[in-house]
């Protein structure tokens, strides 16, 4: 029988998605707000991989991860992804924007093993967490570099996505020392 332990903290890592700088300037500032100082911004690297969010949000999309500095417990996530359905809500009422969901929070977690990505949709490789939540693996770290599987989404299979997440594996890695 293994023993039973508290788990490691991961880095919470949200991916926000929106075609207004504005929006994503909002949602930096609500993240830093609830969850403390920045451990790493990336690039608002552009959004191609798929036309799917077109009809509620709009073309020419920015995707931008935020993750704060410190550590977290990773069975937060559920209500963290809670959390994040309200503040698009919240966001789209005022922003009068044309678009029906002018912006898009997807958090997840990070590990030095593994990124996990939180979702409303149950699928065949999601585990259910808590309160209509599901978890996934999107990526594993393994021989130094970061590994797709067949459910990965187009965006996170890119080289320079994986290197953001690579220098936040980092961040995590100091943080856990």
Not at 97 to 104: G, Q, Y
Not at 123 to 135: D, N, P
Not at 145 to 171: G, I, K, M, N, V
Request: aromatic content about 12%; overall charge negative.
């Amino acid at each position: 029988m293994g023993t039973i332990s508290p788990p490691q903290p991961v880095l919470l890592i949200v991916a926000v998605s929106s075609r207004y700088d504005a929006a994503l300037h909002w949602a930096r500032e609500k993240i830093a707000a609830e969850f403390g100082v920045e451990g790493g911004v990336s690039p608002a690297f552009d959004f191609t991989e798929t036309d799917y969010y077109t009809a509620t949000m709009g073309a020419d999309l920015k995707k931008q991860f935020l993750v704060p500095a410190t550590p977290m417990d990773p069975g937060r996530l559920a209500a963290i992804k809670h959390l994040t359905n309200q503040w698009e809500i919240e966001y789209a009422t005022p922003a009068g924007h044309a678009e029906p969901r002018p912006l898009n929070l997807d958090p997840g977690n990070l590990t030095r093993a593994k990124l996990v990505l939180a979702s409303t949709k149950d699928h065949s490789h999601r585990v259910y967490l808590s309160e209509g939540i599901y978890a996934e693996t999107t990526l594993r770290y393994r021989a130094k570099q970061w590994h797709p599987f067949e459910w990965t989404y187009p965006d996170y299979r890119r080289e320079d996505f994986q290197a953001f997440f690579t220098a936040c594996r980092e961040l995590l890695h100091s943080r856990a020392n």
